[in-house]
């Protein structure tokens, strides 16, 4: 018996240590240096309603956006600057729904959020219902550094912003004809008492970021639903439900119809499974997109990132904008279900 | 060998079943009909500051809201009902802050924030920054009930409070002087570049019930920080950071500096250490007050109860307001640490 005993845990001390390192199929098996995730939202133009010359412009500012970040990070940039830089075009693109490209609430004016984390010391910073402010990301992180809040909401969010020396812009810079013809329809629609979920596109802009000194960071920017209530806030500025970072666990950016993620604290609970139930991270993504978000009628997807390099990209929806950049692999952009 | 096996085998078994039905000694034995869990707020007014007849107002107070909590349950009311009634009574109360005894934010006005969670639909709703609701916790039901969203926040809240036909009052109503003078003070602390976090009292008011169709409910209601920056949203309004309630885990209510709350997803991570972690409800607390909430550095502390009856009540400052009545038994008030 005892020498069934040793060969037995012989056997699963081998079994563990192979465990480790061959990974699972979704873990990587060599760590890697850098790694930049971004997204450009879920359930955004249908495939059929999309042309060539549209996907390339939606493809280059992906790109651009994916590489402004990953540069910071090879030369040694902290993931919060590269997730930063990477929202910073996204919302200086009219492409999105974050910054110039800011979707209208139903009173017809701009209203958007944003929130980053740190996934070393746990500190994040948000804010909400800003009109005025280029860059709502900028003024998250400033809400983070440098004061003692984590979520500052409206007037009280750009009187902040000005005693910083944020840029300001009067509310024409954020006016687009698009958004402004999405809001035309989606107010016609709701007058022909039609779903108005379905004119939602969402677009918000995300960004997850792991540096070289194995820090994790994530970030989230948007300019909410079109034709939304006055005053509404949705996930993404609220930490744990649509952003959420933790060297612990992972880094994690959500998009999609923010109330279904608020009320199932979707991006802590994908960290909480991996660190209480010990699933993967593919493993927790799919668990709290396809069951979890989907049983309960919600739609849209996160990207997720842990320390390790492990990379997941999820949705529900028709697709989702997206790309990923790892070490020195090349980078994917990509925008329908593959 | 098989022998030994067999007996291990049994007594694993009965073992399981012991653990099962004699419960650890934070469990209840029997299950209970109905229970009503109250809190007025941690790091309240302390104990060498507090005389008898200001002890006395406070225990009767919070009798009267467990209470008219606990008299809709027994008469076959709802969780949801019964949160409510127990904190519109500590709203309607000066001695709280929230509602009527709201605290008084830096630029001298109030901004109040609430939030309800259902446990058996995992519906939400909140409101945040709200000016002149003289209930925030019926406007955050009305959000849940009667809205798309899950958070509205200021103006455009109480343009949905107004159509909702709730009753808003002019912002003299919410002044007290006691609020009043704690502006002052703070305001004089600052100037002196005394710590203001000590002069932050918090008075958060919450409520959980369990019915009698065995569903949970969570409700919060707050003014915020005395002198904090206008605009600021605490863990409050925010669904996972200070309120929470599924049936499979626990409801949460929590009190204290609401940024430690919103990084932690403290009312969240209660429930996740429950459900993943196989926490009981008393272990889970004492994790998230006593060794997670206290080494990030942040004070105060939450009210918790699970669908079998189970009640938890931790702070990590001198003292939290706070009451429960469970079945038949009588009720309990308690002030300050027993």
New interface residues.
């Given amino acids: 018996?005892k020498k069934h005993t040793c060969t037995f845990i012989m056997m699963a001390g081998l079994y563990l240590i192979c465990s480790c390192t061959r990974g699972t199929p979704e873990q990587k098996k060599i760590p890697v240096e850098t790694v930049m995730v971004i997204h450009g939202g879920a359930g955004v133009i249908r495939q059929t309603e999309m042309n060539g010359e549209k996907e390339q412009l939606y493809r280059d500012k992906l790109q651009e956006a994916l590489m402004a970040g990953f540069n910071l990070l090879k030369e040694g940039g902290s993931s919060l600057d590269a997730v930063q830089a990477a929202i910073n075009i996204m919302e200086d693109s009219p492409l999105f729904n974050a910054g110039k490209g800011a979707v209208f609430a139903a009173n017809g004016k701009n209203e958007m959020d944003a929130a980053i984390m740190d996934g070393k010391t746990?500190?994040?910073g948000a804010v909400?219902?800003v009109r005025h402010v280029k860059n709502p990301i900028d003024l998250a992180r400033l809400v983070m550094e440098k004061?003692?809040?984590?979520?500052?909401?409206?007037?009280?969010?750009e009187?902040?912003a000005r005693e910083q020396g944020l840029t300001l812009m009067p509310e024409e810079y954020f006016f687009t004809e698009y958004r402004w013809q999405q809001l035309i329809r989606a107010r016609e629609k709701e007058k022909q008492m039609m779903d108005s979920l379905a004119q939602n596109k969402s677009g918000t802009v995300g960004a997850l970021a792991l540096d070289r000194n194995g820090n994790l960071a994530a970030g989230t920017s948007t300019g909410g639903r079109t034709n939304?209530?006055?005053?509404?806030?949705?996930d993404t500025p609220?930490?744990?439900?649509g952003t959420?970072a933790d060297n612990k666990s992972c880094a994690v950016s959500a998009t999609g119809h923010?109330?279904y993620f608020?009320?199932?604290?979707v991006a802590?609970?994908i960290a909480?499974?991996i660190e209480?139930?010990g699933f993967s991270l593919n493993e927790a993504v799919q668990e709290a997109i396809h069951k979890k978000l989907t049983r309960?009628g919600g739609s849209g997807g996160v990207i997720a990132l842990d320390a390790r390099g492990n990379i997941a990209m999820t949705f529900n929806t028709e697709g989702m904008y997206r790309g990923y950049i790892r070490g020195n692999e090349e980078a994917v952009i990509l925008l329908y279900k593959e």
Same sequence: chains 1, 2.
Avoid: N, P, W
């Fill in positions: 018996m746990g500190q994040a909400t219902c004061s003692e809040h984590v979520l500052l909401s409206g007037e009280g969010a009187e902040f939304k209530r006055y005053g509404r806030i949705g609220l930490i744990g439900a959420y923010g109330e608020i009320r199932g604290v802590y609970d909480a499974m209480y139930r309960a």
